[in-house]
């Protein structure tokens, strides 16, 4: 799980005691992977959290522990979990990937909208084209992307839409009409390791399809984990219904394999890949594949802009619908939410008091 805590105090006020002994006095901020301190001597000064030994507050933080504020006087770091000193003397072990800032209206320990909205990354990408003169035709894409990052688990629930419309003849003719959209639930069992479930709905003008619903799971496995790229690798099972408007209804048992692939090439650009192939059970030899990538170039912490590629592969459509569809769109995307990095592991350690 990624995190940024900004610790806002006046310069040389907070303390970062390092593993070496040294000591570093400054505003600090730090995610999962790094501590930089502001200090009035040396400037910013990054060092790996696995460094740390200790950051000593000058004044009471309000953390978010598990939807549980508290004011934190220090934090101690040993290997992946972190114990934290509190203001009124007692001393809490967690995670170090679970702590977060509380939202700034958040005075005392419980849960509040603020709090339960705070682990929530959300995207809206937005793009239109029109041409008028020798040709008419307007393109509308639409997406959005909610993600829900926990100590144990996270949550994806994700739609987009892309509407092109010809008006050359003088009235609409829709030439492209597809929606997709999901729900996928992913949740730890041991080290780089999870499970997850999937919910989908898809429709697609062009092939015919009404609804295609699919409802499956498996397991998962990270085989990569730095902080610039992480690289998943997933199969299970999924059951397919397919709904079409003038052909007979399907529904078949399929198989799940596939990898995702995120890298962060910048703190401003990212790129995402994500494969899926679905070998069909029922009828052997058919398969479909789903490959989506996708590029975002951040301006400022609520405004980028993004480019996609998505490509569908059906070896047995229906009619005369050809068998792929490769769809590319950009625009703007609004953000609103804090990024952070799902992170598989065996033990997620209680919140406890001593």
Do not use: C
């Not at 959300?122 to 909610?146: P, Y």
């Not at 299970?236 to 007979?248: R, V, W």
């Not at 068998?323 to 033990?347: C, Y």
């Amino acid at each position: 799980m990624m995190l940024v805590l900004s610790l806002a105090a006046p310069a040389a006020a907070d303390q970062v005691f390092l593993n070496n002994g040294d000591r570093i006095s400054g505003s600090v901020q730090f995610d999962s992977d790094a501590v930089t301190v502001a200090s009035a001597l040396f400037g910013a000064v990054k060092v790996p959290r696995s460094a740390v030994a200790r950051i000593v507050l000058e004044k009471p933080q309000a953390l978010l522990v598990r939807n549980n504020v508290v004011k934190a006087r220090e934090i101690s770091f040993k290997a992946n979990d972190a114990s934290i000193g509190l203001d009124d003397g007692k001393t809490i072990s967690t995670p170090a990937a679970g702590i977060r800032v509380a939202p700034a209206n958040s005075a005392v320990p419980g849960s509040t909208l603020a709090a339960w909205l705070r682990p929530w990354n959300t995207a809206v990408d937005a793009g239109f084209t029109a041409a008028r003169g020798n040709t008419a035709l307007d393109n509308l894409h639409f997406g959005f992307n909610a993600v829900e990052t926990a100590e144990t688990h996270r949550f994806n629930l994700a739609f987009s839409s892309l509407l092109i419309q010809n008006l050359a003849t003088g009235s609409a003719v829709t030439t492209v009409n597809t929606i997709r959209s999901g729900i996928r639930y992913e949740y730890n069992v041991a080290d780089r390791t999870y499970g997850f479930g999937i919910l989908a709905f898809d429709s697609d003008q062009l092939q015919h399809l009404d609804l295609r619903s699919v409802l499956g799971g498996g397991i998962g496995f990270r085989i990569a984990d730095t902080p610039a790229a992480t690289i998943d690798v997933f199969s299970g099972g999924t059951f397919d219904q397919e709904s079409f408007s003038d052909h007979a209804n399907r529904n078949s048992g399929e198989l799940l394999a596939g990898a995702e692939l995120a890298y962060r090439l910048s703190s401003r650009t990212s790129l995402s890949h994500r494969f899926a192939m679905f070998p069909n059970m029922s009828t052997p030899g058919d398969f479909r594949a789903n490959f989506d990538s996708s590029a975002v170039l951040k301006l400022n912490r609520w405004l980028g802009w993004q480019w996609n590629v998505t490509e569908m592969y059906l070896t047995n459509p229906v009619g005369a619908s050809r068998k792929n569809d490769l769809l590319v769109t950009t625009g703007i995307r609004f953000m609103l939410g804090q990024e952070r990095t799902f992170k598989p592991r065996s033990k997620v350690s209680p919140l406890s008091s001593k």
